[in-house]
């Protein structure tokens, strides 16, 4: 059976790693993980790093994506009414 690690915990392990204070065999008994699962960590936190420098640029994108998303909705809205006031206007106009 596998053992499933909090990403709390993982975390842990790999800001240890990256401060390279104890050896890989020291960790690895300490927190009780196998070698390559200390090692994989310490990569996907290196690779996860730009991204939790990106956050203002990922709330303007959002921020953006909804104004775009609203304008959108707003477009929508007013075509439907058009639309409804033409079929409106040309079922009266069929029956004169």
């Given amino acids: 059976m596998r053992k499933k690690y909090s990403n709390e915990f993982k975390a842990k392990v790999a800001i240890a790693m990256l401060k390279e204070q104890d ?35 990922q709330t303007k994108a959002k921020q953006d994506e909804e104004q775009l998303q609203n304008e959108l909705y707003k477009q929508i ?14 079922n009266s106009i069929s029956f004169r």
């Fill in 77 to 90: 809205g007013q075509l439907k009414v058009e639309n409804d006031w033409l079929k409106k206007k040309n």
């Fill in 23 to 57: 050896t890989i065999a020291e960790l690895s008994s300490r927190y009780q993980a196998h070698r390559t699962l200390l090692t994989k960590w310490k990569k996907e936190a290196i690779a996860g790093l730009p991204d939790i420098f990106s956050t203002v640029k």
